[in-house]
């Protein structure tokens, strides 16, 4: 698929909560992190862990430059799976 | 196979409401694969749980918001399905002022924490495919009012093929 951005993929107004541990996209649509990023998967497929779909992770709209089939809250920090496993955001980018 | 989507944000909705809906254009013609479907809200920070039908409806169909849907990639050409206020075959439409009397038949039920929105993204085997010349359109519905109707957003992937 390819890539377009709407309304949800970006926060409005003043951030109102963090997303609790262990929320997912998906099932979730978003995640809101401690900074108030909305991080939510795009449109555009990539290369996929086994058995999965992947997309484009896109933060507050932007490309991240990677492709995962999750995102996910995990103690207190943003985790990615893809096809090279989970990958943690360190606030700059994903090790 | 080309994507295209019908989506809408910072909506007001009536109540229990049909968000999407989708019908196939008549035979023969470009059968609708549903990839995606979508629920989210940014008017309320208090958590609750929310359900969510993806549903197929039969005439009488929703009333709605004629909406045209767009092609993912840009080049692409126009859909067959084109925007339309009636649900009637060939279009799609947003945010149901009036159900409609068909009956609704449930393919997917879920619930999600408004907070959080609703994400769908089958695995190719659990893909909607609704046939051209389908007597009933395939609806995103919320069968339970929400405790805030404000700012929704919400939305439909389909490829033709």
Do not use: C
Not at chain 1, 9 to 18: C, D, F, L, N, P
Not at chain 2, 113 to 140: D, K, Q, R
């Amino acid at each position: 698929m390819g890539s377009i951005i709407l309304p949800y993929m970006v926060r409005h107004g003043e951030q109102a909560h963090i997303t609790e541990e262990y929320v997912s996209v998906p099932p979730a649509l978003t995640i809101t992190d401690e900074t108030g990023a909305i991080w939510t998967l795009g449109f555009r497929y990539g290369v996929a862990p086994r058995g999965e779909f992947a997309f484009n992770v896109l933060r507050n709209g932007l490309e991240t430059g990677e492709i995962a089939s999750r995102i996910e809250r995990h103690r207190g920090r943003t985790r990615i799976f893809t096809a090279r496993g989970w990958k943690v955001f360190t606030g700059i980018v994903f090790i | 196979m080309r994507e295209f989507v019908v989506s809408d944000g910072g909506i007001t909705i009536a109540g229990a409401t049909t968000l999407v809906f989708i019908n196939p254009i008549a035979a023969p013609n470009m059968n609708l694969e549903f990839l995606r479907a979508w629920v989210g809200q940014s008017a309320n920070a208090t958590s609750a749980q929310q359900r969510v039908e993806l549903e197929t409806q039969v005439t009488a169909f929703p009333t709605l918001t004629g909406a045209t849907p767009r092609p993912l990639k840009h080049a692409d050409s126009v859909s067959v399905i084109v925007s339309g206020i009636a649900g009637a075959a060939g279009t799609a439409g947003t945010n149901a002022s009036v159900e409609g009397a068909g009956a609704k038949t449930a393919k997917w039920e879920d619930a999600f924490n408004v907070l959080n929105g609703w994400l769908w993204v089958p695995t190719p085997p659990e893909t909607i495919v609704m046939p051209a010349g389908s007597a009933s359109g395939l609806g995103l519905f919320l069968p339970v009012a929400p405790a805030t109707l404000t700012n929704w957003a919400f939305g439909m992937v389909y490829g033709e093929r």
